[in-house]
């Protein structure tokens, strides 16, 4: 089945917009060779910008401004939010590129995006649809409207075909653990030792939608917590922690920011951070019993 003809029973505007996404994400593939230099600029988080990281977020913004259905935009590689005119209602958070720091090592990335009906500065329970595309030895890309997890395929015809539907994550002995142990807080300490004491195996590629896809289809649990100099986290709420907490949800998963659901955070800012654990609901429950112990002693 090709993807336009599982969304078939989609509302007209988000169907559009998954599949104008999709179609961009092809010429994205097509241009890694071309665009590996790294630019004169810094993103919003004073990070160096590749020139892959700009284009990808240049050609995405140009094709959803004219496509006349998306009311807001925030993307990672920009200050603010943007507001298209038109009388479309969607509002789309956009990481136009996770891990292009490994593109030069020919390791996978992707593409985020979270789906609002309106403003984007909303807890990401309010969205009413995510999706990525994975950049590996496949092209794929998965995606939720809040009626199951599905992963698709660009085949040799250039079309997304079905690969898996209705995802669920499954119990699994991998974790992906981001920052580095030694400034690692008590309670996430304990949690990792208890993971390690039960056979766990680290499987962490620096590339957040990649791993989260690995997670997604094995089991286990991704972290980037907080730290001893960082206890707001690395990753981005809005372009990175929600969209795919959203789909490991919809996925019979979790996602916590340690002490509770991430996706009943408010967004305050465009840049705001949030330490973050993904995946399997066991693995979830445990860090925050953990952590609600230590408040108590």
Same mark, same amino acid.
């Given at each position: 089945?090709?993807?336009?003809?599982? $969304?078939?029973?989609?509302?007209?505007?988000?169907?559009?917009?998954? $599949?104008?996404?999709?179609?961009?994400?092809?010429?994205?593939?097509?241009?890694?060779?071309?665009?590996?230099?790294?630019?004169?600029?810094?993103?919003?988080?004073?990070?160096?910008?590749?020139?892959?990281?700009?284009?990808?977020?240049?050609?995405?913004?140009?094709?959803?401004?004219?496509?006349?259905?998306?009311?807001?935009?925030?993307?990672?590689?920009?200050?603010?939010?943007?507001?298209?005119?038109?009388?479309?209602?969607?509002?789309?958070?956009?990481?136009?590129?996770?891990?292009?720091?490994?593109?030069?090592?020919?390791?996978?990335?992707?593409?985020?995006?979270?789906?609002?009906?309106?403003?984007?500065?909303?807890?990401?329970?309010?969205?009413?649809?995510?999706?990525?595309?994975?950049?590996?030895?496949?092209?794929?890309?998965?995606?939720?409207?809040?009626?199951?997890?599905?992963?698709?395929?660009?085949?040799?015809?250039?079309?997304?075909? $079905?690969?898996?539907?209705?995802?669920?994550?499954?119990?699994?002995?991998?974790?992906?653990?981001?920052?580095?142990?030694?400034?690692?807080?008590?309670?996430?300490?304990?949690?990792?030792?208890?993971?390690?004491?039960?056979?766990?195996?680290?499987?962490?590629?620096?590339?957040?939608?990649?791993?989260?896809?690995?997670?997604?289809?094995?089991?286990?649990?991704?972290?980037?917590?907080?730290?001893?100099?960082?206890?707001?986290?690395?990753?981005?709420?809005?372009?990175?922690?929600?969209?795919?907490?959203?789909?490991?949800?919809?996925?019979?998963?979790?996602?916590?920011?340690?002490?509770?659901?991430?996706?009943?955070?408010?967004?305050?800012?465009?840049?705001?951070?949030?330490?973050?654990?993904?995946?399997?609901?066991?693995?979830?429950?445990?860090?925050?019993?953990?952590?609600?112990?230590?408040?108590?002693?």
């Amino acid at each position: 089945m090709r993807l336009e003809e599982h $969304l078939a029973d989609c509302d007209e505007d988000l169907k559009e917009l998954i $599949l104008r996404i999709g179609n961009v994400c092809k010429t994205i593939a097509s241009g890694f060779a071309s665009h590996q230099t790294y630019s004169d600029t810094q993103n919003i988080y004073g990070e160096q910008q590749m020139a892959l990281d700009k284009w990808a977020d240049e050609v995405i913004i140009a094709d959803l401004k004219k496509s006349g259905i998306v009311k807001y935009l925030a993307s990672e590689e920009q200050p603010e939010v943007l507001k298209f005119k038109g009388t479309g209602s969607l509002g789309v958070t956009l990481d136009p590129l996770d891990g292009s720091s490994l593109i030069d090592v020919n390791l996978a990335v992707g593409t985020i995006v979270g789906i609002y009906r309106g403003r984007v500065l909303a807890p990401g329970k309010e969205m009413i649809g995510a999706m990525y595309v994975l950049y590996g030895p496949l092209t794929t890309l998965t995606y939720t409207v809040k009626k199951g997890v599905h992963d698709f395929v660009l085949n040799p015809d250039g079309e997304y075909v $079905l690969m898996k539907e209705n995802i669920k994550i499954p119990e699994g002995k991998i974790f992906a653990p981001g920052a580095l142990r030694k400034n690692y807080l008590p309670g996430h300490l304990k949690w990792m030792e208890t993971l390690e004491s039960q056979g766990y195996k680290i499987r962490f590629s620096g590339s957040f939608v990649a791993d989260v896809h690995q997670i997604l289809h094995k089991g286990g649990v991704f972290t980037y917590p907080g730290y001893v100099g960082k206890e707001q986290g690395k990753l981005r709420l809005l372009f990175e922690a929600n969209p795919l907490g959203f789909i490991v949800e919809q996925a019979g998963g979790a996602t916590s920011h340690g002490n509770g659901d991430i996706l009943e955070v408010r967004p305050i800012a465009v840049s705001q951070r949030i330490p973050i654990y993904i995946g399997g609901k066991d693995e979830i429950n445990l860090i925050e019993k953990i952590n609600k112990e230590g408040l108590r002693t």
